[in-house]
């Protein structure tokens, strides 16, 4: 459960993903082929998963977006779904910024692949894990 604490934190993904016309789904580093979509809101979420906004921010750019009358448990949403995602790995929360390497920052369909998979074996990558945040 997103604690007040959390809320400061800096959230970023740790899983590959790509997008598959208006959906976001995780890619299996050992075969591309391979997709997990996700639900809308963990997908938006995902998206956003930068490692340079915490959830605070978060909460409040996806609120700008109803124009001063974000529906009543808008705030409860976004807490679920980053709490989900926290589970199933996809993000980590950091207290400072996070600067995602390349294989995390784009999009699988943008990125060069035989450059993402060299740069995940020299980071010695594993989908869900990233050295320094927790």
Same mark, same amino acid.
């Given at each position: 459960?997103?604690?007040?604490a959390d809320r400061l934190k800096f959230f970023a993904r740790t899983m590959v993903y790509a *997008?598959?016309?208006?959906d976001v789904v995780l890619v299996d580093m050992?075969?591309? !082929?391979? !997709?997990?979509? $996700?639900?809308p809101w963990l997908g938006k979420v995902l998206l956003l998963a930068d490692? !340079?906004?915490?959830? *605070?921010? $978060?909460?409040? %750019?996806?609120s700008a977006h109803y124009r001063g009358n974000p529906p009543p448990n808008l705030e409860d949403t976004l807490h679920s779904v980053v709490d989900r995602l926290l589970e199933?790995?996809?993000i980590a929360l950091a207290d400072a910024p996070v600067t995602l390497? %390349? %294989?995390l920052a $784009?999009?699988?369909d943008k990125?060069?692949?035989k450059k993402a998979h060299r740069l995940m074996l020299e980071d010695g990558f594993e989908q869900g894990q990233l050295p320094g945040i927790s």
């Open positions: 459960m997103t604690t007040d *997008r598959q016309d208006q050992h075969d591309a !082929t391979a !997709t997990q979509p $996700l639900d490692g !340079t906004h915490t959830v *605070r921010e $978060l909460v409040a %750019y996806i199933s790995g996809a390497p %390349y %294989y $784009l999009a699988a990125q060069d692949p």
